[in-house]
């Protein structure tokens, strides 16, 4: 069994996929993305994607992390086995600052590792656009615009029309493999 | 010789900031009558409880603007070390405000002079330099304290004259150098004068960090000489990033807002990426404040932690003006500029101008909390007072005086040399930044 994943248009040059994105945008579709083999710059500009969302992993993570080392400090110095240090309180936000601090660090960076696998859907083995048989050029020297089937727009004969009018070098049906049962 | 075209967006002039708007003159006039008043009152006002008040309120001011200028001078070294190229049309304006070093020397000189001539009055608030001043919180003068005996090798009068000078020495040199070097391509395109400033800034930035460091233990730490800290001259230099970047951005913006200035050159990623280095450094400002809290409390040796004592409370225990404040910088110069400075849209714009005067409110008052508590002579059982925190009309007047000079040697710098540095080879790169 396959299905129609999407519409492919293949290009050449970044100006020519910078221009192709911009109008896939203004023509309301809203599930659709761009494959290219290095970043462009003013690309996300261009397909109106807004920032990342993974500074707010890494926030809640530090914040954790923060309260995680002042909790550790607390339940052992103060609570689990109470014990004077150098004439100090049990306990006190000052001396285990180090403590929080490094933890915030550390959770904050597994936060934002967490979130960039979280937001872009980390680990995938496997995405339908690898059936297309020029899927290597993809990663070497050419630009692709890919608008999905599942998209309220998508209509197989004018969405291959509209791809077409902005003259890429090729426009492919990707089909999605489902396993055999 | 290599060269590069000139590159030269349409608007930018080639004689830099005139006309209407650049008050230059007005502002030296302004910087002149309020620095001689305050000179004025430094020598002739007396006050019996505290007769070294309009002293610190002096110094307090033109190390305020110091700070601003030192930060700006490391910053143009630290792009020039990591051959930034997003900043180079930043750089410029830095280059114009560090003009004014040798008159922050000037300004200061009255104080050190005071010093050395008025030993009697008690109006110099560096204590050790009069040798029969009777030491707060302990029966003894100067002259009988071991501690300052010990100490004598390194803070006395001759010495303290001499270190003076090689500070003022070595920052006022840097600014020579890289102004005119900076100008002198702009001129002639030449690019050797980019490898004789990035060889310089790496001495420079040796130099300028070990001016700051001894510069702030002469005039801040020996204040109470018996306390000690290796962190405090690193306090100084954090302290003084913080303000250089947040004056910085409001240079930004008043340039960005003239046509003859950098009207549609500077853009929103410039703004951004200042913004991260502010965030970077109110951070790293707080790492430095609270390590040396954190060393002193932990070793709590009487010498060191009196220090922090007479910022918190009076001496039967109950909290003082300091501790207030010293929660504000806590609370409102770290906490919440590192909150709000970790978002996106607030380092654009109005949301930047804001945090950045808000910075620079703030480093008036961490200043005022590093430099003007004291121990002062009392007739009483503990033998000392503790000088409160008090805004007298000297701190604002000196502080309007300084700014007047500084302001003015900026605005003539950037009336006579173009906005941008048009023959630098990372012009481009600076012009066409974005995130």
């Known amino acids: 069994m396959s299905k129609t994943y999407g519409i492919l248009a293949l290009f050449d040059t970044p100006p020519a996929i910078y221009e192709a994105a911009k109008s896939v945008r203004k023509a309301g579709y809203t599930k659709w993305d761009v494959i290219t083999p290095c970043p462009l710059h003013g690309m996300d500009g261009a397909m109106g994607i807004t920032r990342s969302k993974v500074p707010i992993f890494t926030f809640i993570g530090g914040f954790i992390g923060f309260w995680v080392g002042m909790f550790i400090a607390w339940y052992m110095g103060a609570y689990d086995y109470p014990l004077i240090v150098n004439g100090m309180p049990y306990f006190s936000p000052i001396f285990p600052f180090p403590v929080a601090y490094e933890m915030t660090i550390l959770l904050a960076a597994f936060g934002t590792l967490g979130g960039m696998f979280v937001t872009n859907r980390l680990p995938m083995h496997y995405h339908p656009v690898m059936n297309y048989d020029r899927f290597e050029r993809l990663t070497d020297d050419k630009f692709a615009v890919i608008i999905e089937a599942e998209d309220a727009l998508f209509d197989m004969q004018k969405t291959r029309e509209f791809l077409e009018s902005f003259g890429p070098a090729e426009v492919t049906v990707i089909t999605d493999e489902e396993e055999a049962e | ?435």
């Open chain 2, 1 to 435: 010789m290599s060269t590069s075209s000139d590159v030269m967006p349409a608007g930018v002039s080639a004689a830099g900031v005139k006309g209407p708007g650049n008050w230059s003159l007005r502002c030296l006039l302004i910087g002149i009558v309020f620095s001689l008043l305050s000179l004025f009152g430094l020598l002739f006002t007396t006050d019996a409880s505290d007769p070294s008040r309009p002293f610190l309120g002096y110094m307090l001011a033109v190390v305020y603007w110091l700070s601003i200028l030192i930060g700006m001078q490391f910053l143009i070294m630290l792009w020039w070390m990591f051959d930034a190229g997003w900043s180079v049309i930043i750089r410029r304006q830095f280059e114009h405000m560090i003009s004014a070093l040798p008159w922050l020397g000037v300004l200061l000189l009255p104080l050190v002079i005071m010093g050395l001539v008025d030993t009697q009055s008690g109006k110099v608030a560096w204590v050790w330099m009069s040798m029969d001043a009777p030491v707060a919180g302990t029966s003894g003068t100067v002259a009988d304290d071991v501690l300052y005996l010990h100490k004598a090798p390194y803070l006395n009068n001759p010495f303290f004259l001499l270190r003076f000078f090689i500070y003022f020495a070595v920052w006022a040199g840097l600014a020579w150098a890289f102004r005119t070097w900076s100008f002198r391509m702009d001129a002639t395109g030449d690019h050797k004068y980019v490898h004789r400033s990035r060889v310089l800034a790496a001495f420079g930035l040796f130099l300028s960090a070990m001016a700051t460091t001894f510069a702030s233990i002469d005039w801040f730490m020996t204040l109470n000489y018996h306390w000690f800290s290796t962190m405090f001259g690193v306090w100084y230099f954090s302290a003084a990033m913080r303000a250089a970047l947040a004056a910085g951005v409001l240079v930004l913006f008043y340039m960005g807002s003239r046509t003859d200035g950098l009207k549609g050159i500077v853009n929103s990623a410039h703004y951004h990426f200042m913004g991260c280095l502010m965030l970077a450094f109110t951070v790293f400002w707080a790492y430095i404040s609270f390590s040396q809290y954190f060393l002193i409390y932990n070793a709590n040796i009487p010498e060191e932690t009196f220090w922090y004592n007479i910022r918190e409370m009076n001496k039967d225990g109950t909290y003082n003006s300091w501790w207030w404040i010293s929660m504000a910088l806590i609370f409102a110069y770290f906490l919440f500029p590192f909150l709000y400075l970790l978002w996106h849209r607030n380092k654009q714009g109005n949301r930047l101008k804001f945090i950045a005067i808000w910075i620079l409110v703030f480093h008036f008052i961490d200043l005022y909390w590093n430099i003007m508590p004291q121990k002062l002579w009392a007739d009483n059982e503990m033998g000392y007072d503790v000088r409160y925190f008090t805004v007298s009309w000297i701190d604002v007047t000196m502080f309007i005086g300084v700014g007047g000079i500084v302001l003015w040697s900026f605005l003539r710098s950037a009336s006579q040399e173009r906005p941008i540095p048009i023959r630098d080879p990372r012009i481009k790169e600076s012009l066409n930044y974005h995130e």
